[in-house]
Nanobody
Framework: QVQFVESGGGLVQPGGSLRLSCAPSGFTLDGHAIAWFREAPRRAREGVACINYNDGTTTYADLLQGRVTISRDNAKNTVYLQVNNLEPKDTAVYYC?????????????????WGQGTQVTVSS
């Protein structure tokens, strides 16, 4: 089955940081845009960031401006999301998915190969 495997989530105190990983199962990332989304309890899924894998260009959601960095490791065929200065409102399941290009981000129906997500809980 073609999908992503997300990892790196956990329980972190406010002000802490996490690096989430997104690795594909069954395909390579060449030619894709890879986006991170998150879904908090009782809230709609929302976009966090996107990267065009081939040229590394990125797009970020305003809601996390300055606190997140999306990056890629070509050798590991993996995309990362670094989130700093975490706040309780960042508590959510974080997912990654592929799209044709980041110009389509964050239109959820245009992204596919969703993983199971990784839970991030920010609490003291």
């Amino acid at each position: 089955q073609v999908q992503f495997v997300e990892s790196g989530g956990g329980l972190v105190q406010p002000g802490g940081s996490l690096r989430l990983s997104c690795a594909p199962s069954g395909f390579t990332l060449d030619g894709h845009a890879i986006a991170w989304f998150r879904e908090a309890p009782r809230r709609a899924r929302e976009g966090v960031a996107c990267i065009n894998y081939n040229d590394g260009t990125t797009t970020y959601a305003d809601l996390l401006q300055g606190r997140v960095t999306i990056s890629r490791d070509n050798a590991k065929n993996t995309v990362y999301l670094q989130v700093n200065n975490l706040e309780p409102k960042d508590t959510a399941v974080y997912y990654c998915a592929t799209g044709a290009k980041c110009e389509y981000y964050p239109i959820i129906p245009l992204f596919a190969n969703w993983g199971q997500g990784t839970q991030v809980t920010v609490s003291s």
